[in-house]
């Protein structure tokens, strides 16, 4: 899985705050990790003249045969910011998880019916 790191507007990212995104992001996504082939963070303001403008934080992963599953939080706090996308992410991911199981499941049984003697 590869993981890239954007900082838009003004914003820095040491670092600390790139290690400390992929260790949540990474503990978000771990249970899809053999399914993910990217995971990618962006960090930016809505009003880059403005210091006190929210950062926002976008996630982005790459779904191997599903999808794009993005994630989306904004806080003051940069590392907050990459907390609540990083916990949205999880729920995303694990519900398009449980859609395809439930989709292979389906499959399954579809195909079984012409495949059994």
């Known amino acids: 899985m590869r993981f890239e790191m954007f900082a838009d507007n003004n914003i820095t990212a040491p670092k600390e705050l790139r290690m400390y995104a ?3 992001v990474g503990l978000g996504v771990y249970r899809a990790a053999d399914r993910l082939s990217f995971v990618g963070v962006r960090l930016r303001r809505d009003d880059a003249d403005a ?3 929210p950062v926002q934080c976008q996630l982005e ?3 191997r045969g599903l999808v794009v599953v993005t994630a989306r939080h904004a ?3 940069s590392y907050v910011a990459i907390d609540g996308a990083a916990a949205l992410l999880e729920q995303a ?3 398009k998880l449980g859609e395809a199981a439930t989709t292979d499941a389906d499959e399954q ?3 079984a019916g ?3 003697d």
């Open 51 to 53: 210091a006190e403008s």
């Open 93 to 95: 991911v694990l519900r």
């Open 75 to 77: 806080d003051a706090d």
């Open 61 to 63: 992963t790459w779904m």
């Open 109 to 111: 049984e579809l195909y």
């Open 22 to 24: 992929e260790s949540r």
């Open 114 to 116: 012409f495949t059994s």
